[in-house]
Nanobody, 121 residues
Framework: QVQVVESGGGLVQAGASLRLSCAASGRTYAMGWFRQAPGKEREFVAAIAWSGGMIYYADSVKGRFTISRDNAKNTVYLQMNSLKPEDTAVYYC?????????????????WGQGTQVTVSS
């Protein structure tokens, strides 16, 4: 069992920045961020694989969001810059234990409780 804990959400104005953190209690193959806005399905945001350092972003956040990792702490970060109202959602961190499609929900085994990000216009 791997515990996944996110932190760092909040309420900001459009154009501002936020950094989300996600700590996993054990070793994982990859960690990713997804988000879910009211009335919408959960969607992929960004992911990073520990082995090989592969990084992926959704087109909607490319150039604005940066995912990074701290291997020693089993922690990943999501730096979100130039936030837009359409980025408003609950952001979920997920941990995957095996090589799968880490841009898909099915690529993950454990999920955090989510952290709210609200961007006002």
């Amino acid at each position: 069992q791997v515990q996944v804990v996110e932190s760092g959400g909040g309420l900001v104005q459009a154009g501002a920045s936020l950094r989300l953190s996600c700590a996993a209690s054990g070793r994982t193959y990859a960690m990713g961020w997804f988000r879910q806005a009211p009335g919408k399905e959960r969607e992929f945001v960004a992911a990073i694989a520990w082995s090989g350092g592969m990084i992926y972003y959704a087109d909607s956040v490319k150039g604005r969001f940066t995912i990074s990792r701290d291997n020693a702490k089993n922690t990943v970060y999501l730096q979100m810059n130039s936030l837009k109202p359409e980025d408003t959602a609950v952001y979920y961190c997920a941990a995957g234990l095996a090589p799968r499609n880490i841009r898909a929900l099915s690529g993950y085994d454990y999920w955090g409780q989510g952290t709210q990000v609200t961007v006002s216009s």
